[in-house]
């Protein structure tokens, strides 16, 4: 059994910074992409942002420009670099791995707590 392990989270006051970083317990194989969702209370799970092997990515609209996400390929981490936190970034965050060829399959860590302060 493959855990996605997350760290990083934490409380900040708005306008600052916190880093997460997610790796697998042991490696996986035929990776596609690697990414972050988040779920605040009372709402959906929503993408934040998702790194393809070949490095593209995609950002929610309502964090680009402020976060960045990265991975290390030979080590399968991914990183979300938080910048100018808000409030309303307030959530758990959720590492995501995909993998497979014909079939995809979703790996999901436990979730991080993020807690931005006015």
């Known amino acids: 059994q493959v855990n996605l392990v997350e760290s990083g989270g934490g409380l900040v006051q708005a306008g600052g910074s916190l880093r997460l970083s997610c790796a697998p317990s042991?490696?996986?194989?035929?990776?596609?992409?690697m990414g972050w969702y988040r779920q605040a209370p009372g709402r959906e799970r929503e993408l934040v942002a998702i790194?393809?092997?070949?490095?593209?990515?995609n950002y929610a609209e309502s964090v680009k420009d402020r976060f960045t996400i990265s991975r290390d390929n030979a080590k399968n981490t991914v990183y979300l670099q938080m910048n100018s936190l808000k409030p309303e970034d307030t959530a758990v965050y959720y590492c995501?791995?995909?993998?497979?060829?014909?079939?995809?399959?979703?790996?999901w860590g436990q979730g991080t707590q993020v807690t931005v302060s006015s």
């Open positions: 995501n791995v995909r993998s497979g060829i014909a079939v995809s399959y979703d790996y």
């Open positions: 042991r490696s996986i194989f035929s990776i596609n992409r």
């Open positions: 790194i393809t092997t070949g490095g593209f990515t």
